[in-house]
């Protein structure tokens, strides 16, 4: 099947700095890829949806300047949590689709703390 | 808009034991697809089934198959022979107008 890789899969990070996450399709070219937020117990929240070349879509209530999401090509897409706040410590996941089809192929995740 | 409900946050059985997890769901998409997903501890979600809408037929993939009532916008998920493996964290997930929707999720125990 296809595979989608997500790095790094933890990370922490100092309060006011910015990391970036990065979601890979190994294996086939992805022309939609999303990113997804999972708080503890809970289901996956989509953030955005992102096509390859294009500006994100963003859905309502996620900051767009604080979640900058980036697709320059069809096999990466990245995710930048800019002045990280220990609120947006959570669980994202990545997921890619190829074509025009349902289904998504999801990344490992990556696990943020920020302190 | 669609909504998926979960109504059972938690479900247990017996190793070899069959278990069904429940799904609602509600799209105004003529043309939509239904998922059962599977995350482990690992949290890496894993697809074990999915649904056409416009197909009757209800989909089977080895021990999972599912009860597809799209009148009454229904979604079950049936675990059969359950094993330690399928312990884990089981979201129903609707696709329609190019979003996938996710429930609130089932935690399954398996007893040994």
């Known amino acids: 099947g296809a595979v989608v890789s997500q790095h790094p899969s933890r990370v922490i990070c100092k309060s006011g700095t910015s990391v970036k996450i990065e979601c890979r399709s190994l294996?086939?070219?992805?022309?939609?890829m999303f990113w997804y937020r999972q708080f503890p117990k809970q289901s996956l929240m989509l953030m955005a949806t992102?096509?390859?070349?294009?500006?994100?879509?963003?859905e309502q209530g996620v900051e767009k300047d604080k979640f900058l999401i980036n697709h320059a090509s069809l096999t990466l897409s990245t995710l930048t949590v800019t002045s990280a706040h220990p609120e947006d410590s959570s669980f994202y996941i990545c997921?890619?689709?190829?074509?025009?089809?349902?289904?998504?192929?999801f990344g490992q995740g990556t696990r943020l703390t920020v302190v | 808009a669609q909504t998926v409900t979960q109504s059972q946050p938690e479900m247990s059985v017996q190793e070899a034991e069959t278990v069904t997890l429940s799904c609602t769901y509600d799209?105004?998409?003529?043309?939509?697809?239904l998922f059962w997903y599977k995350q482990p501890p690992s949290r890496q979600m894993i697809l074990v089934i999915r649904?056409?809408?416009?197909?009757?037929q209800n989909a089977t993939e080895n021990r999972f198959s599912v009860n597809f009532q799209k009148a009454a916008k229904s979604f079950s998920l049936k675990i059969s022979d359950s094993q330690l493996g399928d312990a884990a964290m089981y979201f129903c997930?609707?696709?329609?107008?190019?979003?996938?929707?996710f429930g609130t999720g089932t935690r399954l125990t398996i007893i040994p």
């Open positions: 997921s890619a689709r190829a074509g025009s089809g349902p289904e998504a192929f």
């Open positions: 294996d086939f070219q992805a022309t939609t």
């Open positions: 992102s096509n390859e070349g294009s500006k994100a879509t963003y």
């Open positions: 799209t105004s998409e003529s043309d939509y697809y």
């Open positions: 649904q056409e809408a416009y197909k009757q």
């Open positions: 997930a609707s696709f329609g107008n190019e979003k996938l929707t």
